[in-house]
Every structure is written in structure tokens, then in C-alpha cells.
């Protein structure tokens, strides 16, 4: 598989070096518009980070703020989901392929969003 990274280096004091790990799983690699990749994202920093999730239930929006810490294990991103990890710093995910990452999965794969890497 070849796998590329991208370090984002910020001058910011408050952000960590290696402040976020992102994690994609991308199911049906010979047709990626088949199902929309899961991105998971882990906080490796001492500050943590604030998840803001953007969740559309029903016809309503509603918006969750939570605090990741590297305790928290990997939460996996929803598109309109903010991550705060400065006061300067704001990363949004957006992915046009579905709102909801777990749409369209078998069962199977929707059991392994649930997944906790250690």
C-alpha cells in the first residue's frame, strides 16, 4: 500500500508536534465513490483538543463539543466536524461523499467504526 504523510508544522506554542494522528479506512479501493472513507482522528498532545461535532439528526442540526484527550482513543469524524486545537487553529473536515461516514456500510463494516486501537 503506499501511504503518504503530511506534516502540518504551525507556530503556535500550544500545539504539539505530533498534536493529531488522522487515520483513514477507505473500504472498496477499486471503487473509492462506493462508500465514503472513514477518517478517524487520535489526540497525542498534553492540551488535548476540542471536537466540535456537527450531527444531522432528523431535520434538525445540533452541534456536540467534546474534549479528546489522548485517553479518549480515536473518534471517528463526521463531515462538518471542527477540530480546535489552538486558539488560532481550526481544522474542519468535509467530506462531499456523505454526511454520515457510516452511510451505505454492511453490517460488518459498520461494526469495525467501533474499533478502539490501542
Same mark, same amino acid.
Given at each position: ?8 508544522? !504551525? ?10 494522528? !488522522?487515520?483513514?479506512? &477507505? ?13 478517524? &482522528? ?6 488535548? +483538543?476540542?471536537? *466540535?461535532?456537527?450531527? &444531522? @439528526?432528523?431535520? +434538525?442540526?445540533?452541534? @456536540?463539543?467534546?474534549? $479528546? $484527550? ?11 466536524? $471542527?477540530? +480546535?486545537?489552538?486558539? +488560532?487553529? *481550526? ?11 457510516? @452511510? ?7 461494526? @469495525?467504526?467501533? $474499533?478502539?486501537?490501542?
Amino acid at each position: 500500500m503506499n501511504t503518504k504523510y503530511r506534516l502540518l508544522n !504551525f507556530h503556535d506554542a500550544t500545539i504539539s508536534a505530533n498534536h493529531l494522528l !488522522f487515520r483513514p479506512i &477507505v473500504y472498496e479501493m477499486n471503487d473509492p465513490h462506493a462508500n465514503a472513507p472513514l477518517l478517524y &482522528v487520535e489526540d497525542h498532545s498534553l492540551n488535548g +483538543t476540542i471536537l *466540535k461535532r456537527s450531527c &444531522v @439528526e432528523s431535520d +434538525t442540526l445540533a452541534e @456536540e463539543e467534546v474534549h $479528546v $484527550v489522548a485517553s479518549s482513543g480515536p473518534q471517528l469524524l463526521n463531515s462538518g466536524d $471542527v477540530l +480546535t486545537i489552538s486558539d +488560532t487553529v *481550526k481544522i474542519e473536515y468535509s467530506c462531499h461523499a456523505h454526511e454520515n461516514p457510516s @452511510e451505505g456500510l454492511t453490517e460488518i463494516q459498520y461494526t @469495525e467504526t467501533m $474499533v478502539s486501537w490501542s
